[in-house]
Antibody
C-alpha cells in the first residue's frame, strides 16, 4: 500500500523559512516523479512544484519561483520542500503527491503551513 | 496555463438521484502520446483528494461503478448514477497534458 506522510508544517512569521518533508513507502520511490500541491483554507487545489525521479529536473509555479526549492533523497524515500521568504498567501495545506504521466495516483494526508504574525 | 472551468460550483442532489458535473478546458488535454489526460478527484470533508477517474473514463479500482467519466476535445463530464451519502464532498477535474497541471475550481456536492 502506498503511503505518503508529510511533516514540518507549522505557524511561521512572514519572511520566515520552513522545510516540509514527505516520507514515502509502499512503492519504488526512486522510479516516480513527485509533486507538491497546496490548498489554501476553503479554496481549491494548486500545483506548487515537481521533481523528476532522479532529482535532476525541478519545476515551480510562478508564485514560488526563487523562494521554494524542491529536492529528494531517494536513499531515504523522502521528498522535501524548502520554503523561504514566506508570505501570508502561502498559508495552505501542502500535499505530497505521487505522479505518473498526466495524473496523480496517490496523495498524502497533508501538512498545514500558516504564515502569520 | 490551461484554464479548467467546472459547472455547477454547487450541486444539491437528492439521495438516489443522478448527478452530473461538467468540466471545460481552454485547450485540449490531449498529449503528444495520443492520450487525453483528464482526471477527476473527490475530496470528502476533512480528507485528502483521491483520484476517481483518469484518462477521461478509466475508473480507479476502489471506485464504485456508479461513477463514470466521459467527454472529448475540451468538454468532459463526471456522472454519478445514484448519489449516496458518502459522495458528499468537492469534486475537481484536472488536466495533466500541459505544464503546469491545472485544476478546476471544484464542485461542492451536497445532499438536498
Amino acid at each position: 500500500e502506498v503511503q505518503l506522510v508529510e511533516s514540518g508544517g507549522t505557524l511561521v512569521q512572514p519572511g520566515g523559512s520552513l522545510r516540509l518533508s514527505c516520507l514515502a513507502s509502499g512503492f519504488t520511490f526512486s522510479a516516480y516523479s513527485m509533486h507538491w500541491v497546496r490548498q489554501a483554507p476553503g479554496k481549491g487545489l494548486q500545483y506548487v512544484s515537481a521533481i523528476n525521479s532522479n532529482g535532476d529536473r525541478t519545476f515551480y509555479t510562478d508564485s514560488v519561483k526563487g523562494r521554494f526549492t524542491i529536492s529528494r533523497d531517494n536513499s531515504k524515500s523522502t521528498l522535501y520542500l524548502q520554503m523561504s521568504s514566506l508570505r501570508p498567501e502561502d498559508t495552505a495545506v501542502y500535499y505530497c503527491v505521487k505522479a505518473e504521466t498526466g495524473t496523480y495516483n496517490d496523495w498524502g494526508q497533508g501538512t498545514l503551513v500558516t504564515v502569520s504574525s | 496555463d490551461v484554464v479548467m472551468t467546472q459547472s455547477p460550483l454547487s450541486l444539491p442532489v437528492t439521495l438516489g438521484q443522478p448527478a452530473s458535473i461538467s468540466c471545460r478546458s481552454s485547450q485540449s488535454p490531449k498529449y503528444s502520446d495520443g492520450n487525453t489526460y483528464l482526471n477527476w478527484f473527490q475530496q470528502r470533508p476533512g480528507q485528502s483528494p483521491r483520484r476517481l477517474i483518469y484518462k477521461v473514463s478509466n475508473r480507479d479500482s476502489r471506485v464504485p461503478d456508479r461513477f463514470s467519466g466521459s467527454g472529448s476535445g475540451t468538454d468532459f463530464t463526471l456522472k454519478i448514477s445514484r448519489v449516496e451519502a458518502e459522495d458528499v464532498g468537492v469534486y475537481y477535474c484536472m488536466q495533466g497534458a500541459q505544464w503546469p497541471v491545472t485544476f478546476g475550481q471544484g464542485t461542492k456536492l451536497e445532499i438536498k
